[in-house]
């Protein structure tokens, strides 16, 4: 196996790692957007439960009604901020996925670079054994019809 069969394995497989790169970053940038969606999603309740409950306290407030709103407003809270550390959580999730995709498209660049590079000093070698050979070519031509052009030694 040469130099360039191997590398373009090594190439296939970094791809293959890319691809599964982005497709985990997909994935993880779905789960932190479904996270932060879920997390606006409770905080606007909770502005909206607040505001409702708020002027419905204004006209009347029974003890254990208040007992009530005040429970649910806790566990609700509670739950705003766990779901904002999760969508914080996952947001992170996210950019380790990016940073990880940028690294397997460095690798793959690298591996590519690499390729070149090796493919150009093959094309060197090639040329200049090539330039060698016609180069030895001429100078026995040169030498064939200097010895055809001069004269017989005499005996």
């Given at each position: 196996m040469t130099d360039i069969q191997t590398l373009t394995i090594l190439l296939g497989q970094n791809e293959r790692q890319r691809d599964a790169a982005l497709a985990e970053k997909q994935r993880a940038q779905g789960a932190a957007d479904a996270a932060k969606a879920q997390a606006e999603q409770l905080r606007h309740y909770r502005r909206d439960y607040e505001q409702r409950?708020?002027?419905?306290?204004?006209?009347?407030?029974?003890?254990?009604?208040?007992?009530?709103?005040?429970?649910?407003?806790?566990r609700l809270t509670l739950a705003v901020e766990q779901q904002t550390r999760i969508a914080e959580h996952a947001a992170q999730g996210?950019?380790?996925?990016?940073l990880a995709v940028?690294?397997?498209e460095l690798r793959c660049a690298s591996v590519r670079k690499l390729i070149e590079r090796r493919l150009a000093e093959q094309r060197l070698q090639l040329e200049r054994r090539d330039q060698k050979q016609t180069?030895?070519?001429?100078?026995?031509?040169?030498?064939?019809?200097?010895?055809?052009?001069?004269?017989?030694?005499?005996?």
């Open positions: 409950w708020g002027t419905q306290f204004k006209r009347e407030g029974k003890i254990e009604l208040v007992h009530c709103y005040q429970s649910f407003m806790e996210a950019e380790r996925a990016v940028r690294e397997a180069d030895e070519a001429a100078s026995r031509a040169a030498w064939t019809r200097i010895g055809a052009t001069r004269p017989a030694p005499l005996m």
